[in-house]
């Protein structure tokens, strides 16, 4: 994985407004249907890890764990889960981050 390039296509989907950051906002964005992938930090532990997955189970949603800070450095911001919006912002985030690094949340345990 290309991190720095990693790095600067999530702070171009942010700045477009394809980007949910925190896990209420991406909670909202996986409910509705319309998250793409949940990018999770590699930091991120507990409780915050385990309701992501969990709810990206139910809903089919990709999950991608990122290398820790990975996140922080590209938006500016200590969040530890990111959603993307359907679109092709994530497939470019997919095919820059790997695709060996990604899984479906049941199978993360």
Known sequence: MNEQKLAG????????????????????????????????????????RKKSEDLCRQTGTPVVILPPGTIER???????????RKGSFTEQILQIADIQQ????????
Do not use: F, P, W
């Open 74 to 84: 590209a938006t500016g911001k200590d969040n530890r889960v990111l959603a993307i």
């Open 9 to 48: 296509m999530l702070g171009l989907t942010i700045r477009a407004g394809q980007a949910s950051a925190g896990m209420d906002a991406c909670r909202i964005l996986i409910r509705s249907g319309n998250c793409g992938v949940l990018l999770i930090d590699g930091e991120t532990r507990g409780n915050t």
């Open 102 to 109: 990604i899984h479906q949340a049941d199978k993360a345990r």
